[in-house]
């Protein structure tokens, strides 16, 4: 899942869009490679896609990964998320509209990814209420060639349902947890980005 970097404000707004999804399924699926952070490292830090909101918590997020070394990281991402049995911190979807695993929310959102024409990757051991999964449906409902499926109105849908409702807990879970590093400085962007794309669809309706 290594995507580009999104790091231009001139880029096209939904490019941008696109490429910030990509950026956040990479990195909450599994830990950054070596090039990832390289890439992250030399980033610039002005806004990476359009509106001056996100250009602090970006800029402290790059500014966070050039204090840690690789190792760092990945042993970060395993002490949160990784590990045998329960987590410290939760990445699902269902767990935090629920309280549980596996259940209603996850049901709910597999039955609207097949009406959009979607399914999981079977060599995926995540179930699709990852937030890395949700990502990658947004990236594909933004970037996707059929307009059928990849356009405007999905993608309100799509985030109104099974982004917005949880995505800001599971932040605030990352941010408050004292091993949180480099994923509290993500945290802190994930949720500004969240936040813009809400706004953004409030003016739609």
Not at 24 to 45: D, H, K, N, S, W
Not at 66 to 86: H, I, M, P, S, T
Not at 144 to 152: C, K, Q, R
Request: net charge negative.
């Amino acid at each position: 899942m290594n995507e580009p970097i999104p790091v231009s404000s001139a880029l096209d707004e939904e490019t941008a869009r696109a490429e910030v999804y990509g950026l956040l399924a990479a990195l909450y699926y599994a830990p950054p490679g070596p090039e990832l952070l390289a890439q992250l490292r030399v980033a610039v830090t002005e806004a990476p896609a359009a509106g001056g909101f996100l250009e602090e918590p970006w800029r402290q997020f790059v500014g966070t990964v050039r204090e840690l070394g690789d190792e760092q990281v990945v042993n970060e991402y395993d002490a949160l998320f990784g590990g045998v049995g329960k987590p410290e911190v939760y990445l699902f979807g269902s767990w935090y509209l629920s309280g549980f695993l596996n259940e209603k929310p996850l049901a709910a959102l597999r039955s609207d990814l097949a009406a959009l024409g979607l399914a999981r990757d079977e060599a995926m051991p995540e179930t699709e209420d990852h937030f890395a999964c949700v990502c990658e449906v947004m990236r594909y409902l933004i970037a996707g060639d059929d307009v059928e499926v990849a356009n405007l109105t999905q993608q309100q849908k799509f985030f109104s349902t099974h982004v917005q409702p949880w995505v800001p807990a599971m932040c605030e879970a990352i941010s408050a947890h004292p091993k949180a590093r480099f994923y509290a400085a993500l945290a802190g962007f994930t949720a500004a980005f969240v936040s813009v794309e809400a706004q953004g669809f409030d003016l739609m309706a």
